[in-house]
């Protein structure tokens, strides 16, 4: 059954603290990662990942992707309090096209 | 604007009764996604719609039924509530089905 699972569940961490957020995948016929931050309501999009090895990166938030290890990092820096949110991680499912996601990863950032 | 619509935004109904929840695709999106997000749980994938056809169901009700208009607009049926029905519905659509956007949701209340 594909899976997608994400760690932690939830951190707490002081503005400026760096964050490194985990995502490993059992997923058939693999071919995206995706990261999406929710706040209050919808998910909105940060990355989508393809290929192994190639960071992606906006402002202070960097993700990669490990198709070796079946993982996905999701790094943000100098953390602000606005970046306290729930990260989701997403693999589709090729071959419904449905969407698996991951738990989510809670991350409050304390002024 | 994610351009995915959903309406209404907020809805209070009692027990027993039945709502529809409307969702317009991104322009050019031929695919609707429907999904439950109730308090202790993630996002749960409720159904896929392809161009007027379904085509992936996930953990969807038997009280629960969705459609997709010619305009591919989406309506999701939810009849005989119960309290267990509160939570964020949300829409979302996709092209390629790699990329998806999501609505705002819908926040059904049922008492």
């Known amino acids: 059954e594909d899976k997608v699972v994400q760690s932690p569940l939830s951190l707490v961490v002081h503005e400026g603290d760096t964050v490194t957020l985990n995502c490993s995948y059992e997923?058939?016929?693999?071919?995206?990662l995706l990261w999406y931050k929710q706040e209050k309501k919808a998910p909105t999009f940060l990355f989508m990942l393809?290929?192994?090895?190639i960071e992606k990166k906006s402002g202070r938030l960097s993700s990669i992707l490990d198709k070796k290890e079946l993982s996905s990092i999701l790094n943000i820096t100098a953390t602000q309090t606005g970046d306290s949110a729930i990260y989701l991680c997403?693999?589709?499912?090729?071959?419904?096209?449905?969407?698996?996601f991951g738990q989510g990863t809670t991350l409050q950032v304390k002024p | 604007d994610s351009g995915v619509t959903q309406t209404p935004k907020h809805l209070i109904t009692a027990t027993g009764q039945r709502v529809t929840l409307r969702c317009s695709p991104r322009?050019?999106?031929?695919?609707v996604y429907w999904y439950q997000q109730s308090l202790d749980q993630g996002l749960q994938f409720l159904i896929q719609y392809y161009n007027g056809e379904e085509r992936a169901k996930g953990n969807i009700l038997e009280r629960f039924s969705a459609q997709q208009f010619p305009d591919l607009h989406s309506e999701l049926n939810l009849s005989s509530l119960e309290l267990g029905d509160s939570a964020l519905y949300f829409c979302?659509?996709?092209?390629?089905?790699?990329?998806?956007?999501f609505g705002s949701g819908t926040r059904l209340t049922v008492v």
């Open positions: 393809t290929s192994s090895g």
């Open positions: 997923v058939t016929n693999f071919r995206s």
């Open positions: 979302a659509s996709s092209v390629t089905g790699d990329g998806y956007t």
């Open positions: 997403v693999v589709p499912s090729s071959n419904t096209g449905k969407l698996i």
């Open positions: 322009s050019g999106d031929l695919s």
